[in-house]
């Protein structure tokens, strides 16, 4: 594997989420993530209890390759940083154990700059130092 530093890939994988251009973010993307990496999300509560009220025994969300991560990338920025003027940033905490990247993040208004919000980031990397599966806890 080659050498990566965890707080810049921290870095790098935040900022995806809030550039505006959709080629640039694409861009972004196709930089951090191998082709067929898989985006794991573990939904809020609310979420969560609403899919158990429908019957569903899990409620992992998943997405998966470029194009399905570019839209999952795309969609987190319009609702967030569009429409509620909020900013995402990765805490100082990113630690690497061989191909596993661990770190916390944060949501930020952008108007008052208040901590709204965060979770838990855990990157499992491939060979090229790329994101091979990727497990988002927000709330965490």
């Known amino acids: 594997m080659i050498e990566i530093d965890a707080q810049r890939l921290a870095d790098r994988y935040m900022a995806q989420w809030t550039v505006p251009d959709a080629a640039e973010r694409r861009a972004a993307i196709e930089r951090l993530w191998a082709k067929d990496a898989t985006h794991v999300l573990h939904p809020p509560a609310k979420i969560r209890e609403i899919a158990a009220e429908l019957g569903f025994d899990h409620t992992t969300l998943e997405a998966q390759g470029h194009d399905a991560i570019e839209s999952r990338?795309?969609?987190?920025?319009?609702?967030?940083?569009?429409k509620m003027g909020l900013t995402f940033r990765p805490r100082a905490d990113a630690v690497r154990l061989h191909g596993v990247v661990r770190f916390g993040w944060e949501t930020v208004s952008t108007e008052?700059?208040?901590?709204?919000g965060g979770g838990l980031e855990i990157l499992v990397l491939d060979d090229d130092g790329r994101i091979?599966?990727?497990?988002?806890?927000?709330g965490a």
Do not use: L, N
């Open 73 to 82: 990338v795309a969609r987190s920025h319009e609702r967030f940083v569009e």
């Open 112 to 116: 008052t700059g208040d901590v709204v």
């Open 132 to 138: 091979k599966a990727d497990y988002m806890f927000p």
